[in-house]
Each structure stands twice: as C-alpha cells, then as structure tokens.
C-alpha cells in the first residue's frame, strides 16, 4: 500500500531527512511528498507572493493525486532563507498551519520545527493538543 503525506519545507538539504523521517513515523505513511522554497514557512506565513499561491497548488496535486493524508509545514533552525529567531518560527509555523487548515483539503495538519540537533519540535497537531512543545529525536 503506498500512502502519502505532504511537507511544505525549506530546500536546506539538512532539513530533508528530519522531515521525511518525523512525518513517516509519526503519521504513518509510506512516502512523503516535498514542496519547497526558500524559507518556505515564512513565504506561507506572509502569502504575499506567487511562490505561496504555487504552493497552495503542489500541495492541492499531492492531496488529491495521492490521497496525502496529512500536511506538515516545517521550519528549520539556521535557515538562510528566513533567519529569523526560534520565537518567529514557531509563529510563521502557527499560521501557516492555520492557513493550511482553511484550505479545507480535510486531512491532519502538523507544523514542527527541525532543530539545531535535527530532530523535532513539534509545534502545533490539529489532531492533538500540544499543551507545550515536544521534542522527537
Ligand atoms: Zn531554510
């Protein structure tokens, strides 16, 4: 059986692994099908350019091609395309899962953070409720 998720992740090659790997154990799917940019949290967060809009479209073909039963939105720590603080990265992760959400594609929406020891923060489940961080390694 060959099931999906989605990420919307930067194109940092250390990010890669970390996010394949979280969402694959985690939400239980067999592949994990990437749609990157530059900073992608941010670029989703502020959704004010045409590059959001292209990812609101791969992520459309990966839910409905594939069946993708969740959406993660990932961030990552010594990003070059956003190097903003780990406080702004949890927001722009907030809110993009939020936008993610009004997407209405009906599937769980995760938004985690790949740390300066590659594992993961997650920072928001829509299918549980995270009273505070945790951290995966
Ligand atoms: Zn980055």
């Not at 994990?32 to 959001?52: K, Q």
């Not at 929406?109 to 993961?120: K, T």
Request: aromatic share 10%; charged share 25%; net charge negative.
């Amino acid at each position: 059986m060959e099931t999906f998720g989605t990420a919307i992740n930067c194109i940092d090659g250390r990010a890669q692994q970390p996010v394949t790997d979280w969402v694959r154990l985690h939400c239980n799917v067999k592949f994990v099908d990437m749609v990157t940019c530059p900073g992608a949290n941010a670029v989703l967060a502020s959704f004010r350019t045409d590059r959001a809009r292209h990812i609101v479209e791969e992520v459309g073909v990966s839910v409905r091609k594939h069946m993708s039963s969740v959406i993660a939105v990932a961030g990552h720590f010594d990003c070059a395309g956003n190097p903003v603080s780990y406080e702004e990265h949890k927001e722009q992760i907030l809110r993009c899962a939020d936008r993610i959400r009004n997407w209405d594609f009906g599937v769980r929406v995760v938004g985690i953070y790949v740390n300066e020891w590659f594992s993961i923060d997650v920072v928001c489940d829509s299918q549980e409720d995270f009273p505070q961080i945790k951290s995966w390694l």
